[in-house]
């Protein structure tokens, strides 16, 4: 089995950049470049409603199966976080999906071990979110379903289906699918943001996030399951994860520190860590550091003065499966359209279920009514509505000057697209939650 997880920083730029490297051949041909079989992509930034069918079923041509895929969209803020997970037909969930699944953990627990005053947060004002914000207009996604293959259910269903739940349970951070031979985790941890201005209260919901995260684990591992949980978690492990120009004091709190030390702790491996032991940011080169973000206003890729925040997590079990546990690695991929780099993780030992001629489980893309209906796909349908409203303007069918007259004449066809800025976008103002960019802002004192 061999997985990408990857921090987009908007998907649909990144399906873009894709079509430009690929002769259009999209995400399915990128994904297909690196003989992928499980794309785990945060900070997907994307709306239901833009959810179109090329991103939801990429497919490389018409003769290849198109891939399926599952989402997890931010409930609290358009456009905000998310996840998404795909799937070649062999590795597709035995089980719905699970969005925003995790337990829920009071982020109050760790204001104090955060070191930092906790604000109850104010819902006028986005700077100070709520840790326990009522569910948004037109309901929650409801309480999550068991993982399958005897996975206890993701999340009990509460007696009060409008009750509060943690911030984290709105904003698109998790998302659960089983695979058979494992359940797999798909993660965006909250970013801690600025903790002079909302008084730690962001830090305390990703302390609760990863606890929550751990939480879920350790349910699995006790219904003897294997787990494999990556994603960004916006926190690095060690200081040796952080590039010595950039400097570990003062980046994270106690708490988050001590979060991460407690999900990644036995039976649950650091893939990367584990296949690279002894590296140091400190001693390594340059490029063999296991950096995953740079700031890149200030050209620090090109540096290699980075932090390793994204991580591959797999249970001890699974690992030992993946011949005799000497052949998993785990590689940065060397990818370049984000301001995240992304992980190539192989566990060559690992397979997929029988095949069974099952269909897709409901919350798949591949069995969405949006994708398949009557007399052909959406995109055909607007396109032939289209079509004919141009014909009975005199625009095409013959029309002059029309776009088929153009094409029939030799002229020249649509602009190409410009090419993608690889920059990351300065953080957004007054939402309560930075970028990345915070890590490399300079220490105050």
Known sequence: MRLLCWNTNGIAATARAA?????????????????????????TK?????????????????????????????????GYSGVATYAVPAWTPLAPPVPDGLPDVDPARFA?????????????????PALWPSPPRGGGTGPGVGAGGGAPAALAAPDDEHRPRPAYAYEGRSLETDHGAFVLLNLYAPNAGDRERDGGARAALKTAFLTAVRGRVDALLAAGRQVIVVGDFNVAATPDDVATSIGWDGLWSVAEADALAYLTAPPMVDAWRATHPGVSSATAPRGERGFTVWDERTGARARDAGLRIDFCLVSEGLMAGADGGGGMTCEVGGLAWSDHDGLVLDLPGVGPP??????????????DPRWKPAGGSVKALFSKAAAQKRAAA??????????????????????PLPPLPLKAPSPAKGKGQPGIATFFAPKQT
């Open 394 to 415: 005199g625009e095409e069918g013959g029309g002059e000057g029309g776009p088929q007259a153009k094409k029939a004449a030799g002229g020249p066809g649509p602009p």
């Open 354 to 367: 029988p095949p069974t001629g099952r269909p897709a489980p409901p919350g798949m893309q591949s069995v």
């Open 46 to 78: 994307l709306t239901p409603a833009k959810l179109t069918e090329e991103l939801a079923r990429p497919r490389a041509s018409p003769t290849v199966p198109p891939w399926d895929s599952a989402w997890a969209f931010s409930q609290a803020r358009q």
């Open 112 to 128: 104090v071990a955060a070191r930092v005053p906790l604000v109850s947060g104010d819902s006028d004002a986005p700077d100070e």
């Open 19 to 43: 079509a430009l490297a690929h002769d259009k051949g999209g995400l399915a041909a990128f994904f297909a470049s690196l003989h992928l079989d499980l794309v785990c992509l945060q900070e």
